[in-house]
C-alpha cells in the first residue's frame, strides 16, 4: 500500500539530540529552541518567532495575546481545521463562519464585508494547502473596519504571497510542525509575531502568564503572575529533532515540489484530467507543494474514485467537515454552501519526501484511469 503520509526525517535527528541530552538541560529558552527561531527569522525574515508546542497552542495564544472575550466576534473559514475555531471559542467568542470560494478552499474575500459586525474583533485566514487567500484585499478590509489579523498558516513553511511569506502578513500566524507537515517534529509549531506591540504580551503568553522572560535576561530581579497564559515552550529534545528538519527544509521542498508539478501537468495535460478541478495558484502566490487535492464533481464519485485507488494500493484521503455542520457548532442555517460542497468532493492524493517519481507517476495513472473509464461508460 502507497500511504497517503510518511512523516519525513533527515537522518540527523539522533546526532542533534544527543547533544542536547549531554548538555543535561532540556526546558527553557534553551539552545536548540534559540537555533530553530532564529533560523526561522533569518531565512524568512519574520520579524519574531516563538516556538511552541503545536499550531494549535499557537492559536489558542492568538486569542489571549489578543485578549478575545466573551462577546467578541471572531470571524472564522468554515472549511478548516477544528483548532482555528476552538481557539477563539475557548475564550468565549462568537464564531461567524466564512465561506470558501467557488471550487476552491480559501475563504471567499468578498464575502468578508457582510459578515463584520461593530463587535468584530478578529479575521482568521487559513491559506489551504499552503496557497495564499488574497491578502491585499484581506488586510485592506481589516484595516478599514480595525480588525485585527490571524493567519492560520499551520501548512504554510515556505510558502509566500507576492515574495513574502505567508503567515509574516498578518498581526500573528500560527505554524504546525506536526508530523503531517511538510517538516516536522512529531508534534510542534511556532507562532510568528509581525505587530510589534504584541512582542512583550507573547512573552508572558507562552510563559505561563509570567515575565520570566524578563527575569531571565535579567531585567527583573523576580518573576510574578502577569496574566493569562500556557506552558507552550516545547522540549529541548523536540527542537533539537525540528533543527535536524530545518536544516534540510531546501531539500525537502525541491523532493515535493517535484512530485506536486508531476501530478499537476499529468491532470492538466490529459482529456480525462478536465473531468474534475485542480488546485488553482492565483498569480500572486507561491505554494509550497504541502498537499496535492483534487475536486471530484460529488460526493460518491469521490468515494468511488477512493475505493478504486485503494483497490490499487493507494491509500488517498478526504480533508475537513465544514465547522458549521459540526455535532459541536450545528447552526441551524447552514450559509457556507461552498464549504460543505468541499467537505464532500475534494480528495488528497500521497504526497511526501520518500515517495518516489515513480510512484507519483502510477498515482497519476491510475487516477487517469478512473476518470477515462467513466468517460467510455458516459457517467
Ligand atoms: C495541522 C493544522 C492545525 C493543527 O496543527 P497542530 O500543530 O497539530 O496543532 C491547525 N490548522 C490547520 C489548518 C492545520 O492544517
Redesign the pocket.
Known amino acids: 500500500m502507497i500511504p497517503f503520509n510518511k512523516p519525513y526525517y533527515s537522518g540527523n535527528e539522533l546526532s542533534l539530540i544527543s547533544e542536547v541530552m549531554e548538555t543535561r538541560i532540556l526546558t527553557g529558552d534553551t539552545e536548540p529552541i534559540k537555533r530553530c527561531e532564529s533560523l526561522l527569522e533569518n531565512k524568512y525574515g519574520f520579524k519574531k518567532v516563538y516556538l511552541t508546542n503545536?499550531?494549535?497552542?499557537?492559536?489558542e495564544m492568538a486569542a489571549v495575546i489578543l485578549e478575545i472575550k466573551a462577546g467578541d466576534e471572531v470571524i472564522i473559514p468554515a472549511y478548516?481545521?477544528v483548532?482555528?475555531a476552538n481557539a477563539f471559542a475557548l475564550r468565549g467568542a462568537k464564531l461567524v463562519f466564512a465561506d470558501s470560494k467557488k471550487d476552491q478552499p480559501n475563504i471567499d474575500e468578498d464575502q468578508l464585508e457582510s459578515l463584520i459586525t461593530p463587535h468584530t474583533k478578529v479575521i482568521v485566514v487559513?491559506h489551504?494547502a499552503g496557497i495564499s487567500c488574497n491578502m491585499n484585499k484581506i488586510l485592506e478590509i481589516a484595516k478599514r473596519h480595525n480588525l485585527f489579523v490571524v493567519e492560520?498558516a499551520?501548512?504554510c513553511i515556505d510558502a509566500y504571497y507576492k515574495n513574502t511569506p505567508l503567515g509574516s502578513i498578518g498581526d500573528i500566524g500560527?505554524f504546525?510542525?506536526?508530523e503531517?507537515?511538510n517538516i516536522h517534529c512529531g508534534?510542534?509549531?511556532f507562532i510568528s509575531i509581525n505587530n510589534p506591540g504584541l512582542i512583550r504580551k507573547t512573552e508572558i503568553v507562552r510563559n505561563k502568564g509570567t515575565n520570566r522572560t524578563d527575569f531571565i535576561k535579567g531585567e527583573v530581579n523576580k518573576y510574578e503572575w502577569m496574566g493569562l497564559g500556557f506552558s507552550a515552550i516545547p522540549s529541548s529534545i523536540s527542537a533539537a529533532f525540528l533543527l535536524a528538519q530545518l536544516q534540510k527544509i531546501d531539500e525537502v521542498q525541491e523532493k515535493r515540489r517535484a512530485i506536486w508539478e508531476l501530478y499537476y501537468q499529468r491532470f492538466s495535460s490529459s482529456a480525462a484530467g478536465a473531468a474534475f478541478k485542480l488546485p488553482v495558484i492565483p498569480a500572486d502566490a507561491k505554494a509550497n507543494a504541502h498537499l496535492f487535492f483534487l475536486i471530484c464533481n460529488d460526493e460518491s464519485e469521490r468515494n468511488e474514485l477512493i475505493e478504486y485507488l485503494k483497490l490499487n494500493g493507494i491509500q488517498a484521503v478526504f480533508h475537513y467537515q465544514s465547522l458549521e455542520i459540526s455535532p459541536y457548532y450545528k447552526s441551524r442555517i447552514p450559509r457556507a454552501e461552498n464549504a460543505q460542497r468541499l467537505s464532500e468532493c475534494l480528495l488528497r492524493l500521497p504526497l511526501y519526501f520518500d515517495l518516489s517519481v515513480k510512484e507519483a507517476g502510477f498515482i497519476a495513472d491510475k487516477v487517469l484511469e478512473f476518470y477515462s473509464e467513466r468517460l467510455k461508460k458516459n457517467i
Open positions: 503545536s499550531c494549535t497552542m499557537a492559536l478548516t481545521y483548532s482555528t487559513m489551504y492560520d499551520a501548512q500560527c504546525s510542525f506536526h503531517t507537515k508534534e510542534g509549531g
